[in-house]
T-cell receptor
């Protein structure tokens, strides 16, 4: 379909390893958002992109987290030196543009488990 | 204090029942309001936006009270397929659309 696509669906890795999560937004959507959902917790905003620019990185939990977006399309979220508390479902969403009234379309998420 | 608070439930109701969920938000600069639905181990999906005048979409009615910083969702004639977690979501003025989620209210509709 033409929805938001995330990969991998599941990722299991050892503590201390780096992981890279990928999000392919809906074609033509300029706004892209990353969230995470930990067990028993609500969704937590991480970072958003308007085009290739990330004006607001305030939600990233630590400097081990980074994200980039190239070509105004695909985005990658990288977690370095993973810790067990990084285990969560990482969700990506896109919308036609940024703005508080824009509905966001979510991908299926990447379920990350740190052993 | 959490920015968006919801009763976690679960709400267990029989088919055909009417059920109401409430949500409060702490930031008076909140600008836009939504209800999302999330099925078990699935992604959130937009159910409806919430407007100041209140709005209805079929069996679903959403209300907003800015003075009390309170949002509600009413589901009439519940169906088995309504079983899900309902997420109250707000955005803040100037936030560029970053969604602030409540933890959700779980609804289980029984035959």
């Amino acid at each position: 379909g033409a929805g938001v696509s995330q990969s991998p669906s599941n990722k299991v890795t050892e503590k201390g390893k780096d992981v890279e999560l990928r999000c392919d937004p809906i074609s033509g959507h300029t706004a892209l958002y990353w969230y995470r959902q930990s067990l028993g917790q609500g969704l937590e905003f991480l970072i958003y992109f308007q085009g290739n620019s990330a004006p607001d990185k305030s939600g990233l939990p630590s400097d081990r987290f980074s994200a980039e977006r190239t070509g105004g399309s695909v985005s990658t979220l990288t977690i370095q030196r993973t810790q067990q508390e990084d285990s969560a479902v990482y969700l990506c969403a896109s919308s036609p543009w940024t703005g508080n009234n824009q509905p966001q379309h979510f991908g299926d998420g990447t379920r990350l488990s740190i052993l | 204090r959490k920015e968006v608070e919801q009763d976690p439930g679960p709400f267990n109701v029989p088919e055909g029942a009417t059920v109401a969920f409430n949500c409060t938000y702490s930031n008076s600069a909140s600008q836009s309001f939504f209800w999302y639905r999330q099925d078990c181990r699935k992604e959130p999906k937009l159910l409806m936006s919430v407007y100041s005048s209140g709005n209805e979409d079929g069996r679903f009615t959403a209300q907003l009270n800015r003075a009390s910083q309170y949002i509600s969702l009413l589901i009439r004639d519940s169906k088995l397929s309504d079983s899900a977690t309902y997420l109250c979501v707000v955005t803040f003025r100037g936030s560029q659309g970053n969604l602030i989620f409540g933890k959700g209210t779980k609804l289980s509709v029984k035959p």
